[in-house]
């Protein structure tokens, strides 16, 4: 009778240690590594410099990699696909595609513990291309600060759905003719969602 009762208890500390790893699974914790995908709208600033209007309110489909070197720390690239905007400058007029790319530190507080939620926030640099002006005007790459904030809610124990919001300070120099005509400001502020996988 005691060795049935020691078995059983055995098998009960056994499974609730089994239970407790398998939902420590759903968290983040140093060594992952995670590859997103989704779509995101960007909105521009109003005050958009010596560009009267840039457009607002366009969508594209976005992407990201990082890594964790500590529960609670990690880092990650991610980006965009070419996203083209309307604009005006004075006489001039068209369209630009904006290609922007993130690096970023991001920070789990909630790395490390039994929880499918893990919200996080982000700093870190922005590189911005631009592409395909019209003949005479050129808009040149942008170097900026960039922060974001972002929430994965665990599926299985690699699978998350993802949503994000992100803010780069993008303030190009604007040439025509050859001639620069001054600071064009674009500040996209970017909200999307998607999926993580994480591995």
Known sequence: MRTTRLITAAAIAASCAFASQAALAYGYSAGDIFVRG?????DTTSDNGVMDGVSSSETGFTYG?????????GVELNGSEEIEHEFSAGAL?????????????????LGGLDSRVQPY?????NY???SGEPQGVDVDHSYGAAGQ??????????LMLN?????????PDVSAGGAE???????????????TLRF
């Open 93 to 109: 007029s068209g369209s630009v595609d904006r290609m922007p790319v993130n690096l970023m530190v991001n920070y789990y507080p």
């Open 65 to 73: 990699a990082g890594y964790l070197f500590h529960d609670k720390i």
């Open 181 to 195: 005509i001054g600071e064009a400001k674009v500040d996209p502020l970017t909200i999307g969602g998607g999926v």
């Open 149 to 158: 904030f972002g929430i994965d809610l665990a599926v299985t124990d690699n």
């Open 38 to 42: 989704g779509f995101a709208k960007s």
């Open 121 to 125: 926030v982000g700093a870190g640099v």
């Open 128 to 130: 911005t291309r631009f």
């Open 163 to 171: 949503g994000f919001a992100n803010y780069a300070d993008v303030d």
